[in-house]
Structure formats: structure tokens, C-alpha cells
């Protein structure tokens, strides 16, 4: 079987579907020496991730200039005429996206959320038009659908009338580097790079509004005066799109240093920003699976997150849920766990046992599996 894999979403600075894309592509090297592999990307940040890729003869990568044209006709007219020329059996479009002509070869497609439909005060209106638009399109046109929850697949049948027949769950994961900090770690450099001067309570994610970041900023205000001021909140991620009421409240709040805010970081910051952390809170309006608290509990960290979309299905009983529309539970739940050592000790142990749960060599597996279902 030839496989087509779009890889375009693995560029710098690199977004969740990225992470997806490149862990999946590592996988495949690993157990899949049978089929062909027909790579499409319009960046070489692929090279840096798979320096080995020489030495695996049946993965292939073409480099498009779709960039400087428009990316919906290049996908609408030349995509598939490729495709076809190059005898692909099975496309892969792992970013919301297929060809919308198919001509002699099946499609997959993963949908990673449809926040367009579940939350559209967070996200331009444009971009939910348009992504309203694109996926009624590809759940009629494609072959099978990879969601990456139960929560996922519920809202696609629920809003897009998608056949449940056509939806197959495959959980994501977190790579083997998120785990706990090794003996002798030094958790003062991290905090010296970040201006971190106490404990912290860390959040991971792009500064856009579906991530709550207001509340969150506004519930540790309210814990401040219980924490007797032993914490900070770090808040650790790159600006997304309609951020500025989020650096409103920043400036709000953030009187004393007591927020700091870090913009994007390499994931080895990442990890250690996670390792030295003593609470990890993610108060999130909508996930479609949600990495950030599966990698928190892969480095040992207590987990605060909310209970609504995905979360409570991938993260069981390994974390305190709270209402993401109720700042004083927020609060609450940060006051709380900062109290009580053996609270957090609980939930790092049943983090640990629950983040093992999710394995990239699992997901991989169910994708070939897809694959061969529509070959």
C-alpha cells in the first residue's frame, strides 16, 4: 500500500497537530518497514525531525510550492492530480484537511475538534466560518474519520450529522521525554531563566480565549491572600489569535510579579517548566483531546482541569475537575491543592499511572490499521 501523509503542519514554531504528525511519522518508521510512505510538505522543518529519514527507503518526501498560491486551489485542483500520478491508494490529511477530489485513491482525514461549532466566541469569525464550511465538505466527501476522543466523535455526529460508521477513535499521547525529573535536577536554573522567584502554578497553551486564560488569572488573584504569597503563576505559551483581552487582564493583575508570562518556549524548557512546577492548572473552555495535562502528568505534576469536552475522559480520576465558567472553583481548587501535600501526592502517582496509559506506538497502530480498512 502507498500511503500519502500530509506533513505541512510540521513547521517552527510546532502546534499540537505538528507534535501529532511528527510522532505518528516516527512510529511508522518503527513498525511499518511494508508500506510506502509518499510524504507532502511546503517547509523543510521536516529534515531537523527526521534526520534518519535517508535510511528508511520506503518514506518518500516531495516539497510543494503551494505557499505562493492559494492553498485551497492548490489542494482542490493539483493535490490530486499528484496524488494520483504518484499511485497513492490511501490519503491522510492529519490537519482537517483532504482533497475534496479523490481520483483513484481513498481518503482519511483526522478532525481534531470542531471548536468552530462548539465554542465560535473563541475563535475569529472568519476562521469558523470557514472551517464550518470545510468540514460539512469532508465528513460528506471522505472515507474515514480519526477523532481523537469519544468527546470528538459525540460532537461530530452531534453537529455535523457525520455517520458513526465513518468515525473511529484513536487517542493521541505523550512522547517519553515528559516524565519526571531526573536525580540531582536543578530546578533553580529553570526558574533563573524565567524570572521565577517562588513556587508556581504552571499553564501550558497558546494565549487565546478558548484556553480561559482570564479566569485562570483572575481565580489566582482571589487564591493570592490564602497563598500567602508563596506562589506565581507562569503562564507559558505564544500569542494566538484574539489575545488582547488576555494581556488586559495581565496588566490587571499582575501588580507584583506575581504572573509571568513567558511567550513560546523549546519543548526541553517546556519539560522543565513542567518538571519544576508544583501544580499545573488548565481551566480550558473546549479541548478535542487536550495534551497539556497529559504531559504535566507524565512529568510527576498535579493536575487541576475542567470538566467539560475531552478532559474528563483522558485524564479518569488522575485530576481535580472544575467548572472552567466558575472562578471562585478555580480558586478554590488552586487553594486547595497548594494546602495539602498529600492531595498532590495522590494525583502525581495516579498521573503517572494514567499518561502511561497513552502510547504513540498504540496510535500509529490504529491509524494502519484505518488505512487498511479503506485500502
Not at 470545510?134 to 455535523?160: E, F, G, H, W
Request: proline letters at 5%.
Amino acid at each position: 500500500m502507498k500511503i500519502g501523509l500530509d506533513i505541512r503542519t510540521i513547521n517552527k514554531p510546532k502546534s499540537g497537530v505538528g507534535y501529532y504528525v511528527t510522532n505518528l511519522i516516527r512510529e511508522f518508521q518503527s513498525i511499518d518497514a511494508t508500506n510506502e510512505y509518499f510524504m507532502i510538505s511546503n517547509n523543510h522543518s521536516y529534515e531537523s525531525e527526521f534526520r534518519s529519514l535517508g535510511n528508511f527507503t520506503n518514506f518518500k518526501t516531495w516539497i510543494s510550492n503551494e505557499n505562493h498560491i492559494i492553498g485551497d486551489l492548490w489542494e482542490s485542483f493539483y493535490l490530486p492530480h499528484l496524488l494520483s500520478n504518484k499511485n497513492v491508494d490511501v490519503f491522510h490529511g492529519p490537519a482537517f484537511m483532504i482533497p475534496l477530489r479523490s481520483v483513484g485513491f481513498r481518503t482519511v482525514v483526522t478532525i481534531h475538534d470542531v471548536v468552530a461549532f462548539t465554542r465560535t466566541e473563541t475563535v475569529p469569525k472568519k476562521y469558523a466560518l470557514y472551517m464550518r464550511i470545510l468540514l460539512n465538505q469532508v465528513v460528506r466527501k471522505v472515507d474515514k474519520i480519526i477523532a481523537p476522543s469519544i468527546s470528538t466523535k459525540s460532537d461530530l455526529i452531534k453537529y455535523l450529522n457525520t455517520p458513526e460508521e465513518k468515525i473511529h477513535v484513536v487517542y493521541n499521547a505523550v512522547s517519553p521525554q515528559y516524565s519526571p525529573a531526573p536525580p540531582g535536577h536543578d530546578q533553580e536554573e529553570i526558574k533563573r531563566k524565567f524570572g521565577i522567584r517562588n513556587k508556581y502554578i504552571l499553564f501550558a497553551g497558546n494565549l487565546e480565549p478558548r484556553k480561559n486564560l482570564t479566569r485562570l488569572m483572575e481565580a489566582f488573584n482571589m487564591a493570592l491572600p490564602k497563598l500567602n504569597e508563596e506562589y506565581q503563576l507562569v503562564i507559558c505559551g505564544k500569542r494566538g489569535w484574539l489575545y488582547q483581552d488576555i494581556l488586559r487582564t495581565y496588566e490587571k493583575f499582575n501588580l507584583n510579579n506575581e504572573i509571568i508570562l513567558t511567550n513560546y518556549v523549546t519543548e526541553q524548557d517546556l519539560i522543565n517548566l513542567y518538571q519544576s512546577a508544583d501544580i499545573f492548572a488548565f481551566p480550558t473552555l473546549y479541548e478535542g483531546f487536550g495534551f497539556p495535562p497529559l504531559e504535566a502528568m507524565g512529568c510527576g505534576v498535579p493536575v487541576i482541569t475542567s470538566n467539560v469536552s475531552s478532559l474528563p475522559e483522558i485524564v479518569g480520576d488522575a485530576a481535580v475537575l472544575v467548572n472552567p465558567l466558575d472562578t471562585g472553583e478555580i480558586s478554590e481548587a488552586i487553594v486547595t491543592m497548594a494546602h495539602s501535600e498529600a492531595l498532590r501526592e495522590e494525583l502525581k502517582k495516579k498521573g503517572l499511572k494514567r499518561s502511561a496509559l497513552f502510547s504513540w506506538k498504540d496510535t500509529a497502530r490504529k491509524t494502519l490499521d484505518i488505512y487498511d480498512s479503506v485500502f
